[in-house]
Each structure stands twice: as structure tokens, then as C-alpha cells.
């Protein structure tokens, strides 16, 4: 289990560098990274630098935290998340977010690579995220200590209107349509079989991943705003259901990072 002493040294160690306090989070999902390219000032910190900081071992996360500013706004960005299929506990998972709000974070941005369900989803669509279903197998806040607050944490807006609609205006700036949708978070690291799409999609589900939740749940706990937003990187139609490229998905969110970069920067920008 994870303590507030972890979270406090994590972050005692990241103010003694004399980083400017960020207003914003932001996390990359997989294949998604031209936003780093527009961070000014920009100082890098390794995870493997930070104490308690677990070590990104997914081939396509880096492992390091950028801060500096975006438009003049002061932002910490997450250059590769963890996941519960690396073996990580979901504590594990969601500390950067605890460290982050210690470091001063009111808005969370996280972004992910999803596969679509939808019908009317199409590769490389960027999707808001409405809601999400949570099948994960366990909860980051099962088992901790009061220390960390209420755990009975209220769920019924876990994704900040206001940062929704901000992003539907950035969608369109880019003459993107946009589209909304349910995200559904698996453990993996395997893909699902097409029952599991059928099955799922009829939960409510429109795009499925292995990330994402654990972290909202956190940011709702902590009182920070956050908002998501997914890429579909396949189409999961069980009818016409294909091997998965895994070197095609990684080109596919690859094709869509530069107009998600442009959606966050324009986000970041009318936040702050």
C-alpha cells in the first residue's frame, strides 16, 4: 500500500528542483507525444529519479515527467503512464496523480488509444470522453489508509463538463467532428475476442482500453477537474474482426497525435 509519506517525499523531491508550479496534468497515452514538441521551457525528470515512482515499461511510454508551460500556462506532462497489466497495483497507477496535485495541479488532461465499437467510429477519430465502465479488477482506492480522505468517492461527474465542452470547441477548430462516447477500461494486455466486443459494446461501451479510469477515480477524489480524450486506433466490428497490427496501431495514433496536440494546446490555452 501506498502512504502520504511516499506521496510527500515524491514530491518534495520534484520542489527542490524549483519547478514552476503547474495548473495543469496532463498524461500521454500510448503513440500520442507531438505535445511535448510545443512545452517551453522545459525541464524533463526521469521516473527513475523520483522516489516511489514505478518505471514505465511499455516500449512506446518513456517514463518522464515535462514541466514547463504551454501558451504561457504552467503544465506537467506524463510521458508514459503504467498499467495493471504490467503488474503494477492500481495504487501504483494513480500515484503520479497524488504527486501531481501536491505539486499544485487544479486540471487533469489524459489522453488514450482505444479501439472503437462504435459503428460510427472510424481510425484516428479523436473521441471526448462522456463516461466511462470500469472493469478493471481492482480499484485504486480500495485499502487506504483515512489518511488519504473519503474513499466513498461520488462518481456521477467524474468527467468535468466544463472541460468537455472546451474540448468540443478546440475539435472544431480543427474542422474535426465531434463525437462523444462511453470508454470501457480492461485489465489486458490481450485484445478481446468478438463476443467480448459484442458483449461489451451492448453495456453502453463505444471505445475499450486498458488505462484511463484508475486515474479519473483518483482526480474525483482529489477534487481535480479532468477530461479525457481517446484515439481509436482499430475498428472492433466482431463481424469483420482482424488480427491485430499492433505496428499499424502505433502508425494510426502516430497520424492523429498532431491534431490531439493542437486540441490540448487550445485547451490548456482557455483554461488558463
Known amino acids: 500500500m501506498i502512504t502520504i509519506a511516499q506521496v510527500k517525499e515524491s514530491a518534495a523531491a520534484l520542489h527542490s528542483k524549483n519547478l514552476q508550479k503547474p495548473l495543469i496534468g496532463i ?11 510545443h512545452i517551453e521551457n522545459s525541464v524533463i525528470v526521469s521516473y527513475d529519479t523520483i522516489p516511489h515512482f514505478p518505471k514505465a515499461t511499455v516500449e512506446f511510454h ?10 504561457g500556462v504552467a503544465v506537467v506532462v506524463m510521458q508514459g503512464r503504467f498499467h495493471y497489466y504490467e503488474g503494477y497495483t492500481m495504487q501504483q497507477i494513480t500515484f503520479p496523480v497524488r504527486v501531481m496535485k501536491d505539486l499544485g495541479i487544479e486540471y487533469l488532461l489524459l489522453s488514450n488509444a482505444s479501439g472503437g465499437m462504435n459503428p460510427g467510429y472510424k481510425k484516428g477519430d479523436l473521441i471526448i470522453v462522456e463516461d ?18 473519503n474513499k466513498f468517492v461520488d462518481m456521477s461527474q467524474p468527467y468535468d463538463e466544463g472541460l468537455q465542452s472546451l474540448l468540443a470547441d478546440a475539435v472544431v477548430k480543427q474542422n474535426l467532428p465531434v463525437k462523444k462516447g462511453v470508454y470501457v477500461s480492461v485489465m489486458g494486455p490481450n485484445l478481446e475476442t468478438r463476443a467480448e466486443y459484442r458483449w461489451l459494446h451492448n453495456t453502453g461501451a463505444d471505445m475499450v482500453g486498458m488505462s484511463t479510469v484508475p486515474e479519473v477515480i483518483v482526480a474525483a477524489q482529489l477534487g481535480i477537474k479532468c ?3 481517446s484515439v481509436i486506433t482499430d475498428e472492433c466490428d466482431p463481424d469483420n474482426l482482424r488480427p491485430v497490427n499492433i505496428a499499424e496501431i502505433i502508425e494510426i495514433a502516430g497520424g492523429a497525435d498532431k491534431k490531439l496536440s493542437a486540441v490540448f494546446m487550445d485547451v490548456v490555452q482557455n483554461i488558463g
Not at 27 to 37: A, M, Q, R
Not at 62 to 71: D, N, P, S, V, W
Not at 133 to 146: A, I, M, V, Y
Open 27 to 37: 498524461v500521454l497515452g500510448t503513440g500520442l507525444n507531438d505535445l511535448v514538441n
Open 62 to 71: 518513456k517514463g518522464q515527467l515535462i514541466f514547463g508551460t504551454i501558451a
Open 132 to 149: 466511462h465502465l470500469n472493469l478493471l479488477p481492482d480499484n485504486p482506492l480500495r485499502g487506504l489508509s483515512n489518511d488519504f480522505g
Open 227 to 229: 477530461a479525457a480524450v
